[in-house]
């Protein structure tokens, strides 16, 4: 069993940035994916950024160019690194890791964009 928090959200104005963090209870270098998703009220949860076995890096195409995922494996934390914020990034964000047998999610980290 594996628990994840995730911290770093917060209320910032268009153009700021904010930095998201997921600390894992135990060892994330045995999930071979883990990523961040992000859920707005009214819509589904959408992929954000992915990291799959340990190097190929996936994001969606509205973050390209302005969010950067990354893992700590020595601190068992994720990070989402978000540049350039849009009042459209408002939304949940929550961490996930995968391996086959196992998934597990954080209870997610409010972010909201407004002027």
């Known amino acids: 069993q594996v628990q994840l928090v995730e911290s770093g959200g917060g209320l910032v104005q268009p153009g700021g940035s904010l930095r998201l963090s997921c600390a894992a209870s135990?060892?994330?270098?045995?999930?071979?994916?883990m990523g961040w998703y992000r859920q707005a009220p009214g819509n589904e949860r959408e992929l954000v950024a992915t990291?799959?076995?340990?190097?190929?890096?996936n994001y969606a195409d509205s973050v390209k160019g302005r969010f950067t995922i990354s893992e700590d494996n020595a601190r068992n934390t994720l990070y989402l690194q978000m540049n350039n914020l849009k009042p459209e990034d408002t939304a949940v964000y929550y961490c996930?890791?995968?391996?086959?047998?196992?998934?597990?999610w954080g209870q997610g980290t409010q972010v909201t964009v407004s002027s």
């Open positions: 135990g060892s994330i270098s045995r999930f071979v994916h």
């Open positions: 990291i799959s076995l340990g190097t190929r890096i």
């Open positions: 996930n890791v995968y391996k086959p047998g196992s998934n597990y």
